[in-house]
């Protein structure tokens, strides 16, 4: 059965600082990813997306960077962050009929 | 209904009433998409419905499709309190990697 895993569950960080966030998926090979942001009571923002490791497509800009070192493992990190950064972070991979599997996602907030 | 970026909807019930939730989509797809979300946590596929087909059932659960006015809908029948959740229909443009999301419905189910 496929896991997925993200990391931290939660951040609290200053504006200006940076961020990494991380997504690990288990029992899956070469899986589409995907990143997701959502603001409270908001809908889900797609933001990247890879098909494999190396590879990484922008959705949207956010100033967010996202990066595939490993087969299993998708990074989204950014040098500054923004207040407009907060919020709540999915991370994702993709199984047939474009159906998509969510980690438990990370919380973010930046004061 | 929900699309676009509209604020999240919100639906109240009392607990044994049946509910349903409308989505309206912009571009041709193969297939609608509900999830749910439960709070602070990452949403999951609850039922699919292809556009080959008109109506489709799960459990408590029936979602429809008509693809003449790009249009699903979501019923949940004699719901229960923990029916509360956020629901989420989704879309993706034929050929795309993108699964577009509603803005949602959140549904709380009162005793």
């Known amino acids: 059965a496929q896991t997925i895993h993200q990391w931290p569950v939660a951040e609290i960080k200053a504006v200006g600082s940076p961020l990494s966030l991380g997504c690990t998926i288990k029992g899956k090979s070469s899986p589409n990813l995907y990143w997701y942001w959502q603001a409270t009571g908001g809908t889900l923002q797609q933001l990247f997306y890879s098909i494999t490791v190396g590879q990484v497509e922008s959705v949207v800009q956010l100033n967010l960077s996202a990066s595939r070192p490993k087969d299993d493992q998708f990074i989204l990190s950014t040098e500054k962050l923004l207040l407009s950064h907060s919020g709540f972070y999915l991370c994702a991979w993709r199984g047939t009929e474009n159906t998509l599997y969510f980690g438990a996602g990370t919380r973010l907030s930046v004061l | 209904s929900q699309w676009g970026e509209e604020n999240l909807q919100a639906l109240s019930i009392q607990e044994g009433e049946d509910v349903t939730m409308n989505c309206s989509y912009k571009t041709y797809t193969t297939v609608v998409h509900w999830y749910r979300q439960d709070s602070g946590r990452g949403p999951a596929l609850i039922i699919l419905?292809?556009?080959?087909?008109r109506e489709k059932r799960s459990g408590r659960l029936r979602a429809t499709l008509d693809t003449s006015s790009q249009s699903s809908s979501l019923s949940i029948t004699a719901a229960q309190c923990e029916d509360t959740a956020v629901y989420f229909c989704?879309?993706?443009?034929?050929?795309?990697?993108?699964?577009?999301f509603g803005s949602g419905t959140q549904l709380t189910v009162m005793p």
């Open positions: 989704a879309t993706d443009a034929s050929g795309s990697w993108q699964l577009i």
């Open positions: 419905i292809r556009s080959n087909e």
